[in-house]
């Protein structure tokens, strides 16, 4: 399956990466739904929701407090720089991450669309003023917005809220124009995001799935590769570079 992908990446210009919690699984950062998930210990309607946050804002910024200093702690794994090189390799590629840890802006791609924010981001939960991501929150003393004294909560998207239009409509965009879409590392169960490969595969892309399990897209991907990202997009990359030279 490598020698064939690495020949229809080749031959594509419009390349379209969507990733999830999987590809910085590697790094450290404990994915939503896995055997050791973040979700697994606690409920996302409990945490990661405006009726949780109004309801018991202490505890929600505990929970984001916790994921920021894991975040702070980690590095980007060889599946986040294989992407920064796979960038170069198309005329037209977009990175589209469901991620809020920032990793992929460390390892250095370029073109990225964050559908759910940025963990270490701040907005007043009232007027959505942004704040300095170097803001330390006390989750007993929630700092007020200057603006409007309304609290302050992390500027990600939660569930049950809006995307960002114009970012969840160029990924929709560029997927829909795409010859080739990875997904990887992501369960597909969160939408919109879920929607984009569909998207792809309905506008004539080649879909490759990168997951170590399969998930509701396994049956839909033109190719599943069963592999850690950090181990199979390093490889990717090496067969592609032997076939170009
Ligand atoms: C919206 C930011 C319009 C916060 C996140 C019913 C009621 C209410 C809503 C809904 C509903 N049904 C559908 C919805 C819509 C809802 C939704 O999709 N719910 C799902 C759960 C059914 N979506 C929304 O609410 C979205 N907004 O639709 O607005 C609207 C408005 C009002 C009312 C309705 C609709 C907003 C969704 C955004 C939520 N915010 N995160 C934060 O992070 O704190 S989502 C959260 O889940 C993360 O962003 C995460 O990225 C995302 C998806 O999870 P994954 O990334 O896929 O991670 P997961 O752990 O699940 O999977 C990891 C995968 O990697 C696994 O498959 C594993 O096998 C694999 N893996 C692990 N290691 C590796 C690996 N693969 C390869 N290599 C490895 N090494
Ligand atoms: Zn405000």
Redesign the pocket.
Known sequence: MLEEIANIARNCQRCVVL????????SGV?????KD???GKFK?EE???MDAFLANPKVVWE??NW?RQIIGEVKP?P?HYALCELEEMFTNFTLV????DGLHRVAGSRNILE???N?NLNKCVECSQKYPDDLEINPDDIPGCPNCGGQIR?D????????DATIISQAFDKSAKADLFFS???????????SLPLEAKRSGATLVE????A?PLTTLADFHIA??????LPNLLERIKSISA
Do not use: C, D, K
């Open positions: 990733t999830g919690a999987g590809i910085s699984a590697e404990p994915t939503f739904r896995g998930g973040l979700w996302p945490l990661a929701t929970w984001y994921r794994n599946g991450t469901q991620n809020v559908l759910h924010g963990i992390p990600v998207v939660w569930f049950g809220e809006m995307l990887i590392g992501t369960s597909t169960l969160v939408h919109p995001a879920a990168i997951n170590i399990e998930t592999e850690l990202s950090g181990v199979f």
